[in-house]
């Protein structure tokens, strides 16, 4: 079964430091992998997808994400924090239903950024 | 834009009682799925419909029921609140690509259930 991982449920950085976030995965099939953010008390917003087409993949706000087949790892980088990046990121496998697809999203990671 | 919308933010509800918890979406998707959040566990699946009035279960569906009477609209009903039902509930929709893997799913901002 199709499982995530993500490494430290808190990590807080400076501003202007650099973000990783980290995610492993486990797939008995290649694995199609995404991370989410979630700002206070919205609801769950797409930062970026692994789809095969290419190992790293770039997202919106600055984010993006290396997909390591021999590490089975998809950490989540941004080269300098921003103080609007702090949120809780979700790191998650889809994994095949009956009739569908569903997201398996691991436990979250939130991020504090100081300035 | 996707929009999905829950009917309320917030929910006070006391043990025992039917609750309904309704979601739209604007896009005219396939896949609605409901979800439930809690702090340190990630988001689980609790029902997942594919179409007007089919349904699959997910990981948690013990103690919650669905409908979807219409394609826009896909509600989650608790039949007994129970203090355990204690939760962010969250909806999303997607897109039925061929029930493509990396289908994107959109969120609604949620709706806080407190059962007393």
């Known amino acids: 079964a199709q499982s995530v991982t993500q490494l430290g449920s808190h990590v807080s950085v400076s501003e202007g430091a650099l973000v990783l976030l980290r995610c492993n995965y486990s797939?008995?099939?290649?694995?199609?992998l995404f991370w989410y953010v979630q700002y206070p008390n919205q609801g769950l917003q797409l930062l970026l997808k692994?789809?095969?087409?290419?190992?790293l993949v770039k997202g919106i706000n600055g984010f993006e994400a290396e997909f390591k087949k021999s590490e089975t790892s998809f950490h989540l980088t941004k080269p300098s924090a921003h103080m609007s990046d702090a949120a809780e990121y979700f790191c998650?496998?889809?994994?095949?239903?009956?009739?569908?697809?569903?997201?398996?999203f691991g436990a979250g990671t939130i991020l504090r950024v100081k300035s | 834009d996707v929009k999905v919308t829950q009917s309320s933010r917030y929910l006070v509800k006391r043990t025992g009682e039917k609750v309904f918890l309704e979601c739209v979406q604007d896009m005219d998707h396939e896949n609605m799925f409901w979800y439930r959040q809690d702090p340190g566990l990630g988001l689980r699946l609790i029902y997942f419909?594919?179409?007007?009035?089919?349904?699959e279960k997910g990981d948690i569906p013990e103690g919650y029921s669905v409908s979807r009477e219409k394609k826009e609209r896909f509600s989650l009903i608790l039949e007994s609140a129970s203090t355990n039902q204690t939760s962010m509930y969250l909806c999303a929709s997607g897109v039925f690509q061929g029930a493509a893997p990396q289908e994107t799913q959109y969120f609604g901002p949620g709706t806080r259930l407190l059962v007393l």
């Open positions: 419909s594919y179409d007007v009035k089919m349904k």
């Open positions: 692994y789809t095969s087409a290419a190992t």
């Open positions: 998650a496998v889809s994994a095949r239903m009956e009739y569908g697809n569903k997201l398996v």
């Open positions: 797939s008995s099939v290649p694995p199609y």
